[in-house]
């Protein structure tokens, strides 16, 4: 089973992820980890996409691509994946298309966001409050028409986020099972 996770950030994405993977036997895959792994890499690939991260900017569509296209070649994922933090762009949706089985929006209010990353203790660079901000205002703006590109293709599973962890959890496997 190949699914992927779309929702804010501070959504529940990776509780999400790691709970279906636990149940589904399937690994779970964040983009974000993916870039943030390779930032930390003293190359100038890793370099550039550290500023890019820290500022709170989308990795371009052609780069995004073969990252996690490559990524997604390892054995470890052959039997399937649960993918969080991409396609966030209708370009890579559309290079992406026939790989998703299911996508599922845990969908949360920006205000509900807000309080949740605030809430949380973090050392990630790239939590600043105007880089969430940032990446707030790209979603609504770059990844909202992949929501309605899946949507319009049969493969958009919605769920109300603003639930406890269980009860998302509960309707996403209701989903995934009908």
Same mark, same amino acid.
């Given at each position: 089973?190949?699914?992927?996770?779309?929702?804010?950030?501070?959504?529940?994405?990776? %509780? @999400?992820g790691n709970m279906l993977s636990a149940e589904l036997g399937i690994p779970y895959l964040s983009s974000g980890h993916v870039f943030r792994?390779?930032?930390k890499e003293k190359t100038k690939l890793g370099r550039w996409l550290k500023? %890019?991260?820290?500022?709170?900017?989308?990795?371009?569509d052609d780069t995004t691509l073969e990252i996690i296209l490559t990524y997604l070649k390892r054995p470890e994922y052959s039997?399937?994946?649960?993918?969080?933090?991409?396609?966030? %762009?209708?370009? @890579?949706?559309?290079?992406?298309?026939?790989?998703?089985?299911?996508?599922?929006?845990?969908?949360v209010s920006d205000r509900e966001a807000l309080w949740r990353i605030s809430g949380r203790v973090s050392d990630r660079e790239d939590e600043t409050l105007n880089a969430i901000r940032?990446?707030?205002?790209?979603?609504?703006?770059? %990844?909202?028409?992949?929501?309605?590109?899946?949507?319009?293709?049969?493969?958009?599973?919605?769920?109300?986020?603003? @639930?406890?962890v269980e009860g998302v959890f509960a309707d996403i496997m209701?989903?995934?099972k009908a």
């Open positions: 089973m190949k699914l992927v996770l779309i929702g804010i950030q501070g959504a529940g994405k990776s %509780t @999400q792994e390779m930032a500023e %890019t991260l820290n500022a709170g900017i989308l990795i371009p039997k399937g994946y649960i993918l969080d933090g991409f396609p966030r %762009t209708v370009p @890579q949706a559309e290079a992406f298309a026939d790989e998703a089985e299911k996508v599922i929006l845990i969908d940032k990446r707030i205002e790209l979603f609504h703006e770059k %990844t909202e028409p992949v929501i309605e590109y899946y949507r319009q293709h049969g493969k958009l599973i919605d769920v109300n986020g603003e @639930q406890d209701k989903h995934i």
